[in-house]
């Protein structure tokens, strides 16, 4: 449901920045930058499907 969208929406956020403290090199730090603005972006608009498009676009970066 839309509540369930929203914490994950901000946990994927969370999750992000999370990666971006452990300072990853320069072209993965670009991509989860993009993925952490238009997750945020996003979120501010409540519009949680795209917000977790924007997550699952870096969970995909972090693992490769």
Avoid: Q
Avoid at 33 to 62: N, W
């Amino acid at each position: 449901g839309l509540a369930d969208d929203a914490a994950d929406c901000n946990a994927g956020i969370a999750m992000i920045k999370a990666e971006l403290d452990k300072k990853p090199a320069e072209a993965i730090r670009t991509k989860l930058d993009k993925a952490l603005t238009d997750a945020e972006r996003e979120a501010t608009e409540k519009e949680y499907d795209e917000c977790l498009e924007a997550v699952e676009d870096a969970t995909e970066v972090i693992k490769n």
